[in-house]
């Protein structure tokens, strides 16, 4: 039900865009969000997003150099990825939910139901 796209290879201080689309039930009033996952890593938070109002929010590891975006009418959610570093490698994961959470959820990834297939990520010269 959430397909993500947009991953791939890149140098480091470079630029990726990753798209995450909905299907199949609509998730008007709950928050779409980006998780990734290195390997031996936890799955961590890397953004969210709300509505209404479009409220982002994102982890401390990324702000300033990722930007999330989205239309929740069509369910879509981008992640524009600027600046990126070695570290940002990893699998990328779209999570949404049906319903609106308390905002001192949103970055946990126990808040979300739905969660797309991920889509790799690497960073490196």
């Known amino acids: 039900q959430l397909q993500a796209s947009g991953g791939g290879l890149v140098q480091p201080g470079g630029s990726l865009r990753l798209s995450c689309t909905a299907s199949?039930?609509?998730?008007?009033?709950?928050?779409m969000a980006w998780f990734r996952q290195a390997p031996g890593k936890e799955r961590e938070f890397v953004a969210a997003?709300?509505?209404?109002?479009?409220?982002?929010y994102y982890s401390d590891s990324v702000k300033g150099r990722f930007t999330i975006s989205g239309d929740n009418a069509k369910n879509t959610v981008h992640l524009q990825m600027n600046s990126l570093k070695p570290d940002d490698t990893a699998v990328y994961f779209c999570?949404?939910?049906?319903?609106?959470?308390?905002?001192?959820?949103?970055?946990?990834?126990?808040?979300?139901?739905?969660w797309g297939q991920g889509t790799q990520v690497t960073v490196s010269s």
């Open positions: 999570a949404a939910n049906r319903q609106s959470i308390i905002l001192s959820m949103i970055r946990r990834k126990e808040a979300y139901g739905y």
């Open positions: 199949g039930r609509t998730f008007n009033g709950g928050p």
């Open positions: 997003i709300r509505w209404p109002g479009s409220h982002t």
